[in-house]
């Protein structure tokens, strides 16, 4: 998840340049924020999502950009379908995925991401992100 939230935040330039750099997850080069306060906000989301998750609450992810000046109305909508494993619902143990598809599903995310991005107009005024998630 983080690594999604950052590639639309430095792809759609919400926080500046230099606040990303690339590292490896899953033998991947991916936008990773070196800013200490986003990446603690990033990983409560992330922790929150995998207590909503495990109990079958989370639908979907959605990160919202608002404009930072005036009356901060909302520029972009990005949404994330979520699929819970029925079975870890249940109190079954988290299913073991192989990295090849692990890095399959993060490259399928990344292309829609920047796909998106190609058809956007450049944000010209200061943005901000947050993220409501949606339950039930």
Not at 73 to 84: A, D, Y
Not at 97 to 126: H, M, N, T, W, Y
Request: charged share 25%.
């Amino acid at each position: 998840m983080s690594c999604c939230c950052c590639s639309i935040l430095y792809t759609r330039g919400i926080y500046p340049d230099d606040t990303f750099q690339t590292k490896k997850h899953y033998d991947m080069s991916l936008w990773m924020t070196k800013d200490e306060k986003l990446a603690r906000y990033l990983n409560q989301v992330t922790q929150q999502m995998q207590d909503w998750l495990e109990q079958g609450l989370l639908q979907r992810l959605v990160l919202v950009v608002n404009s930072a000046v005036g009356q901060k109305e909302v520029v972009e909508r990005w949404t994330f379908q979520v699929e819970t494993d029925k079975a870890v619902m249940e109190g079954g143990p988290l299913p073991e995925k192989p990295k090849e598809l692990i890095q399959k599903e993060i490259a399928g995310i990344i292309r829609q991401i920047l796909g998106s991005v190609s058809f956007l107009p450049l944000l010209e005024d200061p943005c901000k992100c947050g993220g409501p998630t949606h339950l039930g």
